[in-house]
């Protein structure tokens, strides 16, 4: 028998990963900002789903409560936080330059109770940021992290604009990347062009995923593009496939001319 427990899902920062607390016997919402316990320490998250049912196996790990929904007093105390990780963050923008360090300052942000400060940054190569974390702790007066990020999370954070020309999915609605490869390109059919098909972090796109699925459902048993099979006893060269008009194009030699034969995929699957 499978425990479960009654859990709301709350948001750290904007599509972080989901994490569950039990309620405190208030009246919570989706939206509520509430008072958490994280590995930061006393924290803001937002309710994003619940209060809902799940075991313990699916939540993976040992559920607590939720605090206490912010009040006058804790929403100050988070706004003046928001202002103040801006302050951090234009302080380490100039020191890191001034002890040429390359770093990307991309947010920061406080513990609640401001006894922490997290900076994310990214960078192409490793660094050395140990005289950093002393100028910072001295400047502020609390214990510093510096957290470095990958080029995904660093879009993810900072945001931009796709190929597409709509908002990059991973900071619109993903909260986690999928493994992306170049095969799902191979299998979609399309042109293997780095450019076309590389998101704004210079890795393939998100979106590969999307539809890749149907493209292999679609495809099952139906020959590549460029391959040679044997049609009614005839070696035929395989020109097109269409998943859309779910037809093969063939290229048969009658009398000695190159005949064109389009079949149905339901030929290759009976």
Partial sequence: MNLKALVYGVEITKLS???????????IKVGDLVLVNTDMGLDVGKI????KELTFEEIGYEVTSIIRKLNEEDLKIYEENKKMARKVKEVTEIKSKELGLPMRILSARYAFDRTKIIVYFGSDTRVDFRELVKELAKEFKARIELRQI??????????????????TCCSRFLRKFDSIKMEMAKTQQML???AKISGRCGRLMCCL??????YENE???IPNEGSTIDYENTPARVITVNAFLKQVTLQIIENNQPVMVKLPFEYFKN
């Fill in 209 to 214: 995923a999307y539809e890749n699925a149907f």
């Fill in 17 to 27: 990963p989901i994490l569950y607390y039990a309620g405190n016997g208030e009246e």
């Fill in 192 to 194: 293997i062009n780095t």
């Fill in 219 to 221: 495809l099952k048993c």
């Fill in 48 to 51: 994003v789903s619940g209060p």
């Fill in 150 to 167: 990958g080029i995904r999370d660093e879009v993810k954070m900072i945001g931009a604009i796709g190929l597409c020309g709509q908002i």
